[in-house]
């Protein structure tokens, strides 16, 4: 494709074209002339030789936004056709997965925080907060608040999140701020040695004790949910401890043990036997008791420091609007013990 080097018009343009993108950083600009063989080729296969790093459908989002131009003129249909000769520039634009592990501040608060030290950070996460960047949330995530945080989160995994609450569950998390922090705490929730243990409030009459093991994987008739199938269609282990504190109007208020870590795993678990989550849409919990996200809260983890081996307890109070729904289930406020 010796044609697309440098063009005569290039050098004019990725001066004057070389604007900054959302957070002040220049966006390349590229241009050649279209060569003979190209002639009549769709506009989004000549620029993906212009640009071989960049997805085809990637491009074909850039002309869609106003990015690529033809002649000097913006053009936005990707299945245009070309004709030898023309010059045809694109402004790259990062992608949104780009832009995701930047810090931002005003994410991470210090009501946030519930243990610091150089090693380890527990989070009190809020309901509504996105832990990791992933498609339809690229920002603001506490992944995004965490780099803000500390510059040195940048060079480890994910930034040091060790495992994830789901949106709209709240309460506590681990987060690593060394690398021997993180594998520490990576080990010790794979050997089962953290003590990870919630508040729920699902629909029906939960046991008074009950051990669910129930493989759990991707849902067959949706990519959004997940579901107990078996082992030969996916599913991997899955076990959680079940215990129902009070029953009252149809809804149970239950405290629950994870001994494995699946996503979405205490929703799935439950729903499968017929509790659902109260609020949790996903899975079948109907809206009550005031509450508008998925009535789910992590409220104690137990583990030995990642570093010193010191045990450790956490224990966090449901923010408001979780604690006036169990109130109204169990009778009284949450006493710390009831983690």
Request: include cysteine; aromatic fraction near 4%; charged fraction near 20%.
């Given at each position: 494709m010796g044609g697309f080097g440098p063009g005569p018009l290039e050098a004019a343009r990725l001066d004057a074209e070389a604007t900054p993108d959302d957070d002040g950083g220049p966006i390349e600009s590229r241009s050649a002339l279209v060569e003979p063989s190209q002639h009549g080729q769709r506009l989004d296969k000549v620029l993906v030789t212009l640009a071989p790093e960049f997805s085809r459908s990637h491009l074909q989002v850039l002309v869609e936004g106003g990015h690529a131009r033809v002649m000097g003129v913006a053009v936005r249909t990707p299945a245009r056709r070309m004709r030898a000769g023309e010059a045809v520039a694109i402004d790259l634009v990062p992608t949104?997965?780009?832009?995701?592990?930047?810090?931002q501040t005003g994410i991470l608060q210090p009501e946030h925080i519930a243990?610091?030290?150089?090693?380890?950070?527990?989070?009190?996460?809020?309901?509504?907060?996105?832990?990791?960047?992933?498609?339809?949330?690229?920002?603001?995530?506490?992944?995004?608040?965490?780099?803000?945080?500390?510059?040195?989160?940048?060079?480890?995994?994910?930034?040091?999140?060790?495992?994830?609450?789901?949106?709209?569950?709240?309460?506590?998390?681990?987060v690593g701020k060394t690398l021997p922090a993180v594998t520490a705490l990576v080990r010790a929730i794979a050997a089962r040695t953290v003590q990870r243990r919630y508040l729920a409030l699902a629909w029906g009459d939960v046991p008074a004790q009950r051990q669910i093991d129930a493989p759990i994987g991707r849902?067959?008739?949706?990519?959004?949910?997940?579901?107990?199938?078996s082992p030969a269609h996916g599913g991997r282990e899955a076990r959680t401890s079940i215990e129902r504190v009070a029953f009252r109007d149809g809804i149970s208020a239950v405290r629950c043990a994870?001994?494995?870590?699946?996503?979405?795993?205490?929703?799935?678990?439950?729903?499968?036997?017929?509790?659902?989550?109260?609020?949790?849409?996903?899975?079948?919990?109907?809206?009550?008791?005031?509450?508008?996200?998925?009535?789910?809260?992590?409220?104690?983890?137990?583990?030995?420091?990642?570093?010193?081996?010191v045990a450790l307890r956490f224990e966090a109070p449901p923010p408001p609007d979780f604690a006036q729904a169990w109130a109204q289930v169990v009778g009284a406020?949450?006493?710390?013990?009831?983690g």
């Amino acid at each position: 494709m010796g044609g697309f080097g440098p063009g005569p018009l290039e050098a004019a343009r990725l001066d004057a074209e070389a604007t900054p993108d959302d957070d002040g950083g220049p966006i390349e600009s590229r241009s050649a002339l279209v060569e003979p063989s190209q002639h009549g080729q769709r506009l989004d296969k000549v620029l993906v030789t212009l640009a071989p790093e960049f997805s085809r459908s990637h491009l074909q989002v850039l002309v869609e936004g106003g990015h690529a131009r033809v002649m000097g003129v913006a053009v936005r249909t990707p299945a245009r056709r070309m004709r030898a000769g023309e010059a045809v520039a694109i402004d790259l634009v990062p992608t949104q997965e780009s832009r995701a592990f930047r810090p931002q501040t005003g994410i991470l608060q210090p009501e946030h925080i519930a243990f610091e030290d150089e090693h380890l950070l527990v989070v009190l996460k809020p309901a509504g907060l996105v832990v990791h960047p992933a498609a339809g949330n690229w920002s603001g995530t506490l992944l995004n608040g965490l780099l803000a945080h500390r510059a040195e989160t940048a060079s480890l995994p994910r930034a040091g999140i060790v495992h994830r609450l789901d949106k709209d569950t709240s309460g506590l998390m681990l987060v690593g701020k060394t690398l021997p922090a993180v594998t520490a705490l990576v080990r010790a929730i794979a050997a089962r040695t953290v003590q990870r243990r919630y508040l729920a409030l699902a629909w029906g009459d939960v046991p008074a004790q009950r051990q669910i093991d129930a493989p759990i994987g991707r849902d067959p008739r949706s990519r959004l949910r997940m579901a107990v199938v078996s082992p030969a269609h996916g599913g991997r282990e899955a076990r959680t401890s079940i215990e129902r504190v009070a029953f009252r109007d149809g809804i149970s208020a239950v405290r629950c043990a994870l001994h494995t870590g699946r996503t979405h795993q205490i929703r799935v678990h439950l729903a499968h036997h017929g509790w659902p989550l109260v609020a949790d849409a996903l899975y079948g919990g109907r809206a009550a008791l005031n509450l508008q996200r998925q009535a789910l809260h992590a409220v104690t983890l137990e583990l030995a420091h990642p570093i010193t081996a010191v045990a450790l307890r956490f224990e966090a109070p449901p923010p408001p609007d979780f604690a006036q729904a169990w109130a109204q289930v169990v009778g009284a406020t949450i006493a710390p013990n009831q983690g």
